[in-house]
Antibody, heavy 121, light 111 residues
């Protein structure tokens, strides 16, 4: 059974960097049939896909244009986890952040527990 | 403003069937068979109910079914039960810069 365990601070100051980590059990971040994403949810923006990392003989990343200039998602094979860094945050980045796995044959089938991140001074 | 349009709310009585629509464009819902549906209970992460328009993951009740016609996808829940009361979200692959889009969500109330 795949499990995703999120960790990271719940409060970030404006203009600083939001950092979250998602530890994977029951699968490998280097899997050739899965992708690893970050998704956030807020009342004003709904569900928003932030990007993904995945391994297919080499590492790939995909990001939507809306956050591409200030986001990095990185895998850590030694700890079997992946991380999110979102730079230059504003109060509009306040949301519940989820990590999620997508299998090549389906979609987001496993999710982390969610982390409420508030951007406030 | 979500990329995919869903009704804000639907309701039904136990045992009845309901259908939730999800309208997009030819760049997303209409152009690809990569529509998924998620169920979310308050305070919980979304749960995948349907993928690739009409495929149910293992363990999801066969009371849940999906379909698509043109730019509109639909989720049908038959034999409504109290535990089905939740928010439902559709999502789709898209060719625009977003790559993945979600609907605004539909609140299902079981009367």
């Amino acid at each position: 059974q795949v499990q995703l365990q999120q960790s990271g601070p719940g409060l970030v100051k404006p203009s600083q960097t939001l950092s979250l980590t998602c530890a994977i059990s029951g699968d490998s971040v280097s899997s050739n049939s899965a992708t690893w994403s970050w998704i956030r949810q807020s009342p004003s923006r709904g569900l928003e896909w932030l990007g993904r990392t995945y391994y297919r003989s080499r590492w790939y990343n995909d990001y939507p244009l809306s956050v591409k200039s200030r986001i990095i998602i990185t895998p850590d094979t030694s700890k079997n986890q992946f991380s999110l860094q979102l730079n230059s945050v504003t109060p509009e980045d306040t949301a519940v952040y989820y990590c999620a796995r997508a299998d090549d044959r389906s979609d987001f089938d496993y999710w982390g527990q969610g982390t409420l991140v508030t951007v406030s001074s | 403003q979500s990329a995919l349009t869903q009704p804000a709310s639907v309701s039904g009585s136990p045992g009845q069937s309901i259908t939730i629509s999800c309208t997009g464009t030819s760049s997303d819902v209409g152009g690809y068979n990569f529509v998924s549906w998620y169920q979310q209970h308050p305070g919980k992460a979304p749960k995948l109910m349907i993928h690739d328009v009409s495929n149910r993951p293992s363990g999801v009740s066969n009371r849940f079914s999906g379909s698509k016609s043109g730019n509109t996808a639909s989720l049908t829940i038959s034999g409504l039960q109290g535990e089905d009361e939740a928010d439902y979200y559709c999502s789709s692959y898209t060719t625009n810069s977003t790559l993945k889009v979600f609907g605004g969500g539909t609140k299902l109330t079981v009367l």
